[in-house]
């Protein structure tokens, strides 16, 4: 964890249990609880506003989080924030996801378990019901999400909370192969503990 800033006095406070890429960047009043996963290009900048990252969450590669002045922004446990989100003095409550891309702006509020799809944009102030999905631009919600899709939705943390464990393990810099190998190994993973959601709704 080499990108870890205090500004005035302040220091970033990171679980022992909880994965930081050491690219990702870390400023000031920054509270991130255990078992979380902070992706590569990460920026999560707590030099205006508190940011709060509770136990389990995940904060995927070239996420923003940050906020106005006294005003904080968090994200609950076990809340998964897709590739590339930007998080703006919000609020995303417990199991919580955030889609890819997708931009969540200050006082919105996303619900317990509810959807931000991906690309969405939420405006300021606008809040979305528990376990419901809001989509467009801005973002609307459009519906009370399925079982299939809860289901789904919890999962993910689940995956980030394993990845976690297994980068703090396994992860280290080296220097890339110049052939395949005859019997390279394949990633050690579960594949039907994570699909996309499009697939698994095909299948039942």
């Avoid at 317990?112 to 019901?129: L, R, S």
Wanted: aromatic content about 4%; charged content about 20%; proline content about 5%.
């Amino acid at each position: 964890m080499k990108n870890i800033y205090e500004i005035d006095g302040v220091r970033p406070v990171i679980a022992e249990t909880s994965y930081v890429h050491p690219n990702a960047v870390i400023i000031g009043d920054v509270i991130i609880g255990e078992n979380c996963y902070i992706g590569p290009q990460c920026s999560i900048r707590g030099d205006y506003g508190r940011i709060t990252i509770a136990d389990g969450a995940n904060i995927q590669d070239n996420c923003v989080l940050h906020s106005f002045p006294g005003k904080p922004c968090s994200v609950g446990s076990n809340a998964h924030i897709s590739h590339g989100a930007i998080l703006h003095g919000c609020t995303v409550k417990n199991n919580g996801f955030v889609g890819i891309n997708a931009v969540v702006m200050d006082d919105a509020i996303v619900g317990e378990g509810a959807m931000v799809a991906a690309m969405a944009f939420v405006k300021a102030a606008f809040e979305i019901d528990d376990h419901c999905l809001a989509v467009g631009q801005p973002a609307k919600i459009v519906k009370e999400m399925s079982t299939t899709e809860v289901n789904w939705t919890s999962n993910g943390p689940k995956t980030y909370q394993r990845l976690a464990q297994r980068s703090m393990a396994t992860l280290k810099p080296t220097t890339p192969l110049t052939t395949i190998e005859a019997d390279r190994p394949e990633l050690d993973l579960n594949k039907e503990t994570s699909k996309p959601l499009h697939i698994l709704k095909k299948s039942l």
